[in-house]
């Protein structure tokens, strides 16, 4: 029923099928990430008709409401949503980081010498079995541990689940991260352990922080463990007090010691940069919340870079968003139409970018897997890259 299969390659890069129950999803792929079981600003159709083969929906949030005792009465999330595409679910660790040492810490507040403005009462408190933090919806005191993970995913009934772990701050001194591994790599096999495997299939986490050792020894051990496929977790990128190379040097580390017959994921990123150098090193999927985060913004991913709509240079363009792009968007709408309704704070136009975005970055990656059988992933890159990602808002 779930079978993943390498059909081309080029250097490192792979283009794949992976199969599931509910439909194949071609790799490399982007996950649209739909947290609470919904796009913000889009609905799942225009998802689908702009390239979206499968959604990322967020275990945390259902946890927090226990809406997922719900879900599960009325027959997992499918049944719910009233769709039948594929879906994974997350496992819950990295809110779990953004409401303890992301809090706590100001990570994503720093300033460029990396100084924390601001350090503040500790939500989550982190032990061997598990975490203890209060509901960020009525501040009621939960409980999350590697068995309520497993426990949650498989009521909501997710095609693709992932094992509880901890994700650490940039931060955090080596020994906290090793120690912190230590518990994940422990949390993996008892996920192995409690997880039941109907119609659904576990991915595991590679962790270990800024550190090329810590990152290593985690990929040799998650990477010989029996899931069918792995992430690679941690906060990496600017707004974590993290760098792009230094992300890129740990996917350097981390993949040739993964399994190759064996899917890979990127958990969290989803820019175009980043995710052209991480196909080129052999991720397979990527979720994010970057495109549509960007639409609330007034940012648009266009061929130029990423321009500001906002702007008032953009209220009397007459032209669409991005010229080479084939979206209805853009083959219906001006610039300045766009600009108008983003700058009058109107719905419709964070759902016009919105629905632009994701299927520029979806187109993004039909062009990388057509690049990939004819060696031309290079020659892309230089295309997509050769005016660098504006930081326009």
């Given at each position: 029923m779930f079978h993943f299969e390498i059909i081309n390659q080029s250097g490192a890069a792979r283009r794949g099928i992976l199969s599931t129950p509910r439909g194949e999803i071609e790799t490399p792929a982007f996950v649209p990430v739909a947290t609470k079981g919904a796009l913000k600003g889009i609905d799942f159709d225009s998802a689908l008709s702009s390239g979206a083969q499968i959604f990322m929906m967020n275990t945390f949030h259902f946890f927090c409401n226990e809406q997922y005792q719900t879900v599960f009465q009325l027959g997992g999330l499918h049944r719910f949503l009233g769709r039948d595409f594929p879906i994974m679910t997350d496992s819950g660790g990295f809110q779990v980081f953004s409401l303890g040492a992301g809090w706590e810490l100001g990570v994503g507040k720093l300033s460029k010498e990396g100084i924390l403005k601001n350090k503040k009462k500790k939500k989550v408190i982190i032990d061997e079995e598990g975490v203890t933090f209060y509901s960020p919806y009525d501040g009621r005191k939960l409980r999350m541990t590697p068995k309520i993970a497993i426990e949650v995913q498989e009521k909501l009934g997710a095609d693709i689940i992932f094992a509880f772990d901890e994700c650490t701050s940039p931060l955090a001194s080596r020994k906290e991260t090793e120690q912190s591994l230590i518990r994940s790599h422990r949390w993996a096999e008892q996920?192995?352990?409690?997880?039941?495997?109907?119609?659904?299939?576990?991915?595991?986490?590679?962790?270990?922080?800024?550190?090329?050792?810590?990152?290593?020894?985690?990929?040799?051990?998650?990477?010989?463990?029996?899931?069918?496929?792995?992430?690679?977790?941690?906060?990496?990128?600017?707004?974590?007090?993290?760098?792009?190379?230094?992300?890129?040097?740990?996917?350097?580390?981390?993949?040739?010691?993964?399994?190759?017959?064996?899917?890979?994921?990127?958990?969290?990123?989803?820019?175009?940069?980043?995710?052209?150098?991480?196909?080129?090193?052999?991720?397979?999927?990527?979720?994010?919340?970057?495109?549509?985060?960007?639409?609330?913004?007034?940012?648009?991913?266009?061929?130029?870079?990423?321009?500001?709509?906002?702007?008032?240079?953009?209220?009397?363009?007459?032209?669409?968003?991005?010229?080479?792009?084939?979206?209805?968007?853009?083959?219906?709408?001006?610039?300045?139409?766009?600009?108008?309704?983003?700058?009058?704070?109107?719905?419709?136009?964070?759902?016009?970018?919105?629905?632009?975005?994701?299927?520029?970055?979806?187109?993004l990656m039909k062009e990388i897997r057509e690049a990939i059988p004819k060696n031309e992933l290079s020659i892309l890159k230089k295309k997509i890259l050769k005016r660098a990602i504006e930081e326009s808002y």
């Open positions: 996920c192995l352990e409690i997880f039941q495997g109907k119609n659904q299939v576990l991915l595991g986490i590679v962790q270990g922080g800024p550190y090329s050792e810590l990152r290593r020894e985690s990929a040799k051990f998650i990477g010989q463990l029996p899931f069918f496929g792995f992430g690679i977790g941690g906060s990496f990128g600017g707004s974590y007090g993290d760098s792009k190379e230094r992300m890129y040097s740990i996917l350097d580390e981390t993949i040739p010691l993964l399994p190759e017959s064996k899917p890979r994921h990127l958990l969290g990123i989803g820019e175009p940069d980043d995710i052209l150098a991480a196909v080129e090193r052999g991720i397979d999927l990527f979720d994010c919340v970057i495109p549509i985060r960007w639409a609330r913004h007034g940012a648009a991913l266009t061929h130029q870079g990423r321009i500001n709509l906002k702007s008032a240079q953009f209220l009397k363009k007459e032209g669409p968003i991005d010229s080479l792009c084939l979206c209805r968007v853009c083959q219906n709408h001006s610039s300045a139409y766009l600009s108008h309704l983003l700058r009058g704070k109107e719905i419709m136009g964070i759902s016009l970018l919105a629905e632009h975005n994701l299927f520029w970055l979806l187109n």
